[in-house]
């Protein structure tokens, strides 16, 4: 128990950056990612990821709001508008990985 709460107060100090506009409008209109854009992505999926940590599925099902943002001292308004940000880069991993694998079959390359 108290390692659960150390570890919650410790997940409690990542701040997860909000994605430029730019992130949002190549998410937004299916446009190809550079480098720099997917970086941006990775880094700040990986925030949601260190933030939430286990409760991270069940923040992108919507289940227990309220309960998940009591645990993580949040408001639910707050956790409601990150649950919306994270669906958006959730699709923005979709499309990344789709033209991956675009591009590695127009190179003639395995598909996995």
Known sequence: MTHERTDLADRAGTVIPRPSQEL?????RGNQMP???RGELRSITGAFDRRFGEDLAALRAGKAIDQLA???GLDPNVLASARDVLSQLDKGIKQARAQDRAQTVSRGGPVR
């Open 35 to 37: 480098d720099t854009l």
């Open 24 to 28: 949002i409008d190549a998410i937004s």
């Open 70 to 72: 009591q645990r993580h």
